[in-house]
């Protein structure tokens, strides 16, 4: 079932589906009173054409344009998809009840006076929701724009102006931000195939609207204008099936958080909002703008569908300053200007005169005539070590722009890579650039904005590339001792206590096989010579307080501490300057730990924070006691795998300071990388975590190990569900089994991860024609690096795939695979299994599936779908007995749909 290899389902069937393709609509407060909201949404839509049905209701008009105004909703006598909602805030909870008794499925509320306006419209708006629920009414706002869909001829706003049917859907938090891109697109004849407001988004947010956006055929690319986000996890999820499919550019705005919260730990202390961000935006393959401007730069590319090859970036102009301006800019965002292969630089001999620049930028200046120019253009395009070129006029008394620009235009025609343009100036240039948005060529005012078009083009073509990264197989490691850890954080938390004590987090790391000095406790200073002589000397000796963050800003520690008398009096000194400098903090005494010599040790950093949006959050870094002032960390969301974690690394100033550094030996980078996958286990199992430290980090040529850590807790989310706490659905090992099969050859049955690519790729290779064309429908004759990723890197939180492994003398081999995917509908699922040609007959299927359904169920899928070919009747018996119905499929009699109810 090859639908099952992306995210199946219609348009149709998505719950919202009734917002954006409604067949009937009544505005709710319309009005013929000029200046109304309730005049404007009619007009919108009577103005825009809109196809079906329209319906004023309003008790205060018997007509309004001309058409019958009902008094109720309930009055209409006809059915409604979609009611539009305009009267006052006060009016609407009972306004969306007497929808639901009408019928009506989905509405659009663009009344203002919820949350915005404080306790009372939040009590509102709450009223709203449930009456939506109580319902089964979908909604969208409140305190919204609307939503267009031109090619649909529906505008259920109140925008000033009806959008262009095009590619681009824009979605957005602000209304405000919907109009001008409107406006600002009118007047460069770029369209929209939606334009979401999503206002409040008290009910439909960003994830299940990009859900439907998937689908949409008419979306080619996604703008996205972000305040926040609610819902994490849908967002994500949602967010990267997506950007499987389709471009997306996001404006996230609040960058700056006008007042920190106040943290306990270094890595709360680090880790802001914006880079948590960030993180998720970069883990979904998505880019990210910051200014408002390049918020419009970009939708010129995405208008016209360009797509990237790589940061390698070409310039060609006719004046110098100009082409100075966009290599700055290449810089900036990190982008490479191409090295023109020397066969280029022969070509570009034959057609430039001797003043003209061969190397890139390349400058044919200012006197050259249209074929100059684009045989100049036609060169660089043609050099296989350019990704893109950047073609760039000035005007001059010697050069016509436009002809230049049709030049360009049959140039760009022709071309199997990403061409943008600068026109720069205002009058002259005008006819060339209503030319180039004429023929989908993208046009720019200054090279700064087609540098940031460019860097955005190149990001989603990078991002692209990340995702179809095969990672190695997984290296087989220690489980952790979860429930010891788990023990411990529940006891601390039963006590009331909010950090535990080092010797609990030194517990807490070993559990997860993170390596650790051991810490041991002394109450007196008798007690610290006694642990010492046990220890041997010399050793380091701590501060042991729960109300002392940082020890060396009391005087709260003491190395390299050697001999009986020395330790006494360190036990004195540090008690005594921690009881001066915090008189209020509570002192349990000192820890005693052995000294960890190396003169070749870097100190790192690692952390955990829990994000109040995203959950939580792992950082790396420079470590030690400036740490703060470094600034050094790079930010990702959990889970991890291996090549995540290498390239998290790699963002660091760490990652040089890693290797050899002024006579020290390469430190060892994958004990780090060891340790960074160990956290991330950590945020994964132990929802409790909301800050957590390891400073430092000491590694050097033989390892590395945790000197310091700092744990501070938080009471659970609250969830039937496991890693509810998490934007990201990490890999859930608990769902492993092992069976004996009927010839005594052993099988183990465990979800699909990244790192079994290889398994994957060789299974399917080895499928007999037969078996592929029962599985996939068609003759499947290559697996290409798009469907080795979309197998093997799946979300958790909307699909399963189960693999059956056998060991046999070439190492494991995958026998078998089923997998489910759930539907536009996401009450239900569609599923796949298949079972390698010599082991059919071996009982592997229905262990599959049986165990597949399980998960559906755990999943709390209420519904389990799939189609078969009529002449897979082994599949069809495999169904019949497992309880499933058939249908007959009413447009294609050679496929039966099989159906599960699961509740």
Request: charged residues 25%; contains cysteine; proline residues 6%.
């Amino acid at each position: 079932m090859e639908a099952v290899e992306q995210r199946r389902g219609r348009r149709e069937d998505v719950e919202i589906a009734r917002i954006f393709e409604p067949g009937s609509v009544a505005v709710i407060g319309a009005s013929e009173r000029p200046g109304s909201l309730g005049r404007v949404v009619f007009r919108n839509l009577v103005d825009a054409g809109f196809p079906g049905p329209l319906y004023p209701v309003n008790p205060k008009h018997d007509s309004i344009g001309g058409r019958r105004c009902f008094a109720r909703i309930g009055d209409v006598g006809a059915p409604v998809d979609l009611a539009v909602i305009v009267s006052p805030a006060r009016t609407v909870p009972g306004v969306i009840a007497e929808c639901g008794a009408a019928g009506v499925g989905a509405a659009v509320i663009l009344s203002g006076g919820f949350r915005e306006a404080g306790d009372e419209g939040r009590a509102l708006e709450d009223e709203v929701v449930a009456a939506a629920a109580r319902h089964g009414i979908r909604f969208l706002g409140p305190n919204c724009l609307g939503v267009l869909r031109p090619a649909a001829r529906l505008n259920a706003s109140f925008s000033h102006a009806m959008a262009e049917p095009g590619r681009i859907a824009l979605v957005s938090q602000s209304g405000a931000v919907c109009t001008a891109l409107l406006d600002w697109a009118a007047a460069r004849d770029i369209g929209f195939s939606n334009v979401v407001s999503t206002g409040i988004g008290a009910d439909v947010d960003f994830g299940e609207i990009l859900d439907y956006l998937l689908l949409d055929t008419a979306t080619k690319a996604i703008m996205l204008y972000i305040e926040g986000v609610h819902d994490a996890r849908r967002f994500m999820s949602a967010l990267r099936a997506a950007s499987r499919a389709k471009p997306i550019v996001v404006m996230k705005v609040g960058r700056h958080a006008l007042g920190e919260r106040a943290a306990i730990s270094h890595t709360g202390a680090l880790v802001g909002a914006d880079e948590v961000f960030d993180a998720a935006l970069d883990r979904a393959g998505v880019v990210r703008v910051t200014e408002y401007a390049d918020f419009f730069a970009v939708a010129e590319t995405l208008h016209v569908g360009t797509a990237g090859r790589g940061p390698r970036l070409a310039i060609v102009t006719n004046g110098g300053g100009p082409a100075v301006m966009a290599a700055d800019a290449v810089a900036d965002k990190g982008l490479e200007l191409a090295e023109l292969t020397d066969a280029s630089a022969r070509a570009l001999d034959a057609v430039l005169p001797a003043a003209s620049s061969r190397a890139n930028p390349v400058d044919v200046l200012g006197d050259a005539d249209a074929e100059r120019y684009t045989a100049a253009l036609r060169v660089c395009l043609a050099d296989p070590d350019v990704d893109a070129v950047l073609a760039i006029l000035i005007p001059t008394a010697l050069t016509k722009p436009l002809d230049v620009a049709q030049g360009v235009i049959e140039a760009a025609r022709q071309a199997d890579k990403p061409l943008l343009t600068c026109w720069m100036g205002d009058a002259a240039m005008r006819p060339s650039w209503a030319s180039f948005r004429e023929h989908r060529v993208p046009v720019f005012r200054s090279p700064e904005d087609a540098v940031e078009a460019f860097a955005a083009v190149a990001a989603h073509y990078r991002n692209r590339q990340l995702l179809l990264q095969a990672p190695d197989p997984l290296r087989r490691r220690a489980p952790p001792d979860t429930e010891a850890a788990r023990r411990i954080v529940e006891a601390a938390i039963v006590d009331g206590r909010r950090v535990l004590d080092p010797l609990e987090s030194q517990a807490v790391l070993a559990a997860f096989h993170i390596p650790v000095l051991g810490s041991v406790a002394a109450r007196s200073a008798d007690e610290a010579v006694e642990h010492a002589r046990g220890i041997g000397y010399p050793l380091a000796m701590k501060l042991l307080s729960p109300d002392v963050t940082h020890k060396t800003d009391v005087g709260g520690v003491r190395l390299d501490v050697a001999g009986d008398d020395a330790v006494a009096r360190a036990f004195g000194e540090i008690v005594g300057a921690a009881r001066a400098a915090r008189p209020d903090a509570r002192i349990g005494g000192v820890l005693l730990e052995p000294m960890r010599r190396s003169s070749n040790a870097r100190e790192l950093m690692l952390g955990i924070v829990a994000d109040p949006v995203f959950g939580p959050v792992l950082s790396v870094g420079l470590g030690g006691t400036m740490v703060e002032i470094v600034g050094d960390k790079a930010v990702e969301l959990p889970p991890l795998n291996h090549y995540l974690t290498e390239r998290m690394i790699d963002r660091t100033r760490a990652a040089k300071y890693l290797k050899t550094f002024r006579g020290k030996p390469e430190a060892d980078r994958g004990a780090v990388v060891d340790a960074v996958l160990r956290l991330s286990e950590i945020a994964c199992e132990l929802p409790w975590v909301e800050e957590l430290d390891i400073n430092p980090l000491l590694v050097d040529e033989s390892g590395a190990t945790a000197i310091d850590a700092r744990v501070v807790l938080r009471p659970a989310p609250r969830s039937a569900l496991p890693y509810s706490h998490m934007a990201i659905h990490p890999y859930p090992s608990h769902l492993a089994w092992s069976y004996v099969l009927r010839d005594g050859v052993t099988m183990r049955m465990r979800p699909i991860r990244p790192e079994d690519a290889l398994l994957e790729k060789r299974f399917v290779e080895q499928l007999s024609e037969r078996s592929r064309y029962l599985r996939f429908m068609y003759s499947l004759r290559e697996l290409t690096p798009e469907m080795l990723s979309r197998f093997t890197q799946i979300d958790y939180d909307r699909e399963m795939a189960l693999i059956a492994i056998v060991e046999t003398e070439q190492g494991d081999e995958q026998v078998g695979v089923a997998r489910y995917v759930a539907n536009a509908d996401p009450r239900s699922c569609e599923f796949a299994v298949v079972v390698a040609d010599r082991w059919q007959g071996h009982g592997i299927a229905t262990r599959l599936l049986r165990n597949l359904i399980d998960v559906a169920r755990e999943r709390r899928f209420e519904r389990m779908d799939g189609i078969v070919l009529r002449e897979n009747v082994n599949m069809l018996a495999l169904a019949r007995e497992l309880g499933f119905r058939e249908r007959a499929v009413a447009d294609d009699p050679k496929l039966v749909q099989i159906v599960l109810e699961l509740a």
